[in-house]
């Protein structure tokens, strides 16, 4: 049985309101029902409910992730941003998408992202050391925007010291609001950094092959094998491997340092026990939802867990409110660090699930272990805390300052990893066996 009743809110995931309600807002407007229409941005429906999110996600028949303006396809950003190319193989619908994610799958598997931990072990300890002796540090700007950063030039092949070129308009990209007047300035951050990338890849396809192993190689590699590849597409999937490594992760981890901070019991069961941090990583993604939520156009007229859809009509997947839900997930109000099942919608759910979800738990269990055994006593300094002012994409952090109790160094400097790094991830031994991981 379906129904047309339209149960129309005042809700938009980008508006001050969100920042500041979430996520105790999702129960007032779950009351209203699993899924609610929004005037603004057009008008588009917004989905709560875990288990009719999860519905949707298995038939991309029906709802599209496809930026087309042609057939009017919006993309994956409610509102869709004008002027703007596909985002990778997250803008496209199978079987597209699935030709550039089956290059990528093997360097984001169990097994090829247990090769890059000793890495980040030493980029975090190298980060910590940088203002260990100190007593101050900035887990954002210290922290949690470098490693991760890092760890994605070398996936993708550049050299690690290009973190600072792709960093800022990486994260300014999600955390300006679309109607801000610093929004052109961000916007034209981006092109450069796309045009950047271009120049990257045409360099790299004129050398007949990127210099370097790793995923710009695998995509070119890929697309001169035969795979039906095109220049914006491979364009397009850099740009979204480097917007998911740099800035999920950075505020999964910013927010969890935060809370631990104002749950002193919690932060010392987390560090006597690490057995705990596969649990609570899963949610702690729960919980704090980096990765709020994802556009989707109706591609026909349908019914999808009794509710009625129109062909053309803009759906926003509300993972963060859907974590919420009260139906999936007892005392959905409180973080247990030991929940377990943990259905979460954290990573989004379907055949566009997050590919990188291997990645950004190891990252952040090792950022967060590091800090937990080496500044036990640290103190968030609640004046200084800055959040995005946009949560509606990523919701995260622009500052985290804290103190902590000084301590000593334990390793080589920033710059003497980066480089030793360098050298061991441009060998070819490093990726060995990664298409059969």
Same mark, same amino acid.
């Given at each position: 049985?379906?129904?047309?009743?339209?149960?129309?809110?005042?809700?938009?995931?980008?508006?001050?309101?969100?920042?500041?309600?979430?996520?105790?807002?999702?129960?007032?407007?779950? !009351?209203?029902?699993?899924? =609610?229409?929004?005037?603004?941005?057009?008008?588009?429906?917004?989905?709560?409910?875990?288990?009719?999110?999860?519905?949707?996600?298995?038939?991309?028949?029906?709802?599209?992730? !496809?930026?087309?303006?042609?057939?009017?396809? #919006?993309?994956?950003?409610?509102?869709?941003?004008?002027?703007?190319?596909?985002?990778?193989?997250?803008?496209?619908?199978?079987?597209?998408?699935?030709?550039?994610?089956?290059?990528?799958?093997?360097?984001?598997?169990?097994?090829?992202?247990?090769?890059?931990?000793?890495?980040?072990?030493?980029?975090?300890?190298?980060?910590?050391?940088?203002?260990?002796?100190?007593?101050?540090?900035?887990?954002? /700007? /210290?922290?949690?925007?470098? =490693?991760?950063?890092?760890?994605?030039?070398?996936?993708?092949?550049?050299?690690?010291?290009?973190?600072?070129?792709?960093?800022?308009?990486?994260?300014?990209?999600?955390?300006?609001?679309?109607?801000?007047?610093?929004?052109?300035?961000?916007?034209?951050?981006?092109?450069?950094?796309? @045009?950047?990338?271009?120049?990257?890849?045409? @360099?790299?396809?004129?050398?007949? #092959?990127?210099?370097?192993?790793?995923?710009?190689?695998?995509?070119?590699?890929?697309?001169?094998?035969?795979?039906?590849?095109?220049?914006? #597409?491979?364009?397009?999937?850099?740009?979204?491997?480097?917007?998911?490594?740099? !800035?999920?992760?950075?505020?999964? *981890?910013?927010?969890?340092?935060?809370?631990? /901070?104002?749950?002193?019991?919690?932060?010392?069961?987390?560090?006597? @026990?690490?057995?705990?941090?596969?649990?609570?990583?899963?949610?702690?993604?729960?919980?704090?939802?980096?990765?709020?939520?994802?556009?989707?156009?109706?591609?026909?007229?349908?019914?999808?867990?009794?509710?009625?859809?129109?062909?053309? /009509?803009?759906?926003?997947?509300?993972?963060?409110?859907?974590?919420?839900?009260?139906?999936?997930?007892?005392?959905?109000?409180?973080?247990?660090?030991?929940?377990?099942?943990?259905?979460?919608?954290?990573?989004?759910?379907?055949?566009?699930?997050?590919?990188?979800?291997?990645?950004?738990?190891? *990252?952040?269990?090792?950022?967060?272990?590091?800090?937990?055994?080496?500044?036990?006593?640290?103190?968030?300094?609640?004046?200084?805390?800055?959040?995005?002012?946009?949560?509606? *994409?990523?919701?995260?952090?622009?500052?985290?300052?804290?103190?902590?109790?000084?301590?000593?160094?334990?390793?080589?400097?920033? !710059?003497?990893?980066?480089?030793?790094?360098?050298?061991?991830?441009?060998?070819?031994?490093?990726?060995?066996?990664?298409?059969?991981?």
């Amino acid at each position: 049985m379906s129904t047309d009743a339209r149960v129309t809110v005042d809700f938009d995931q980008h508006a001050p309101a969100y920042r500041a309600g979430y996520p105790e807002l999702a129960d007032d407007l779950r !009351d209203r029902g699993p899924v =609610v229409w929004s005037e603004h941005h057009g008008g588009y429906w917004v989905v709560t409910g875990r288990d009719l999110l999860g519905e949707i996600a298995k038939h991309p028949d029906l709802f599209s992730n !496809d930026r087309d303006p042609e057939k009017g396809y #919006g993309g994956v950003a409610v509102p869709s941003p004008k002027g703007a190319g596909r985002g990778g193989f997250l803008e496209m619908d199978p079987p597209e998408h699935m030709d550039y994610r089956r290059v990528l799958n093997p360097f984001l598997s169990p097994g090829a992202v247990a090769r890059w931990q000793p890495l980040v072990t030493d980029l975090a300890d190298a980060c910590l050391d940088a203002v260990i002796e100190s007593g101050r540090i900035d887990f954002v /700007d /210290d922290l949690a925007n470098i =490693v991760p950063a890092v760890l994605t030039m070398g996936l993708l092949g550049l050299p690690l010291s290009d973190w600072v070129v792709y960093c800022e308009p990486a994260h300014a990209m999600v955390y300006t609001r679309p109607d801000s007047p610093e929004f052109a300035e961000t916007f034209r951050m981006i092109i450069r950094m796309v @045009e950047g990338i271009a120049a990257t890849v045409a @360099e790299a396809t004129r050398a007949g #092959g990127a210099p370097r192993p790793g995923i710009i190689k695998a995509l070119l590699d890929a697309r001169d094998a035969g795979a039906p590849l095109d220049q914006d #597409g491979i364009e397009g999937t850099l740009l979204l491997v480097i917007g998911g490594g740099f !800035d999920t992760t950075t505020a999964l *981890t910013a927010h969890s340092l935060e809370w631990l /901070d104002r749950h002193g019991e919690q932060r010392r069961r987390l560090a006597s @026990e690490p057995e705990l941090l596969d649990t609570a990583t899963e949610e702690m993604v729960r919980y704090f939802t980096p990765a709020q939520g994802g556009g989707r156009t109706v591609i026909r007229d349908c019914v999808v867990g009794g509710h009625a859809f129109r062909a053309g /009509d803009r759906v926003w997947l509300a993972y963060g409110l859907a974590n919420h839900d009260p139906g999936a997930f007892d005392h959905h109000a409180e973080i247990q660090l030991d929940r377990f099942p943990n259905r979460h919608a954290g990573f989004g759910l379907g055949i566009h699930r997050c590919i990188g979800s291997n990645l950004a738990r190891m *990252t952040f269990k090792t950022m967060l272990g590091r800090v937990l055994a080496r500044m036990p006593d640290y103190h968030v300094d609640a004046g200084g805390i800055a959040r995005y002012d946009d949560i509606g *994409t990523i919701n995260g952090y622009r500052h985290l300052p804290a103190h902590f109790t000084p301590g000593w160094r334990i390793g080589p400097s920033f !710059d003497e990893v980066i480089g030793r790094w360098q050298e061991e991830v441009g060998r070819d031994a490093f990726w060995a066996g990664v298409d059969a991981d």
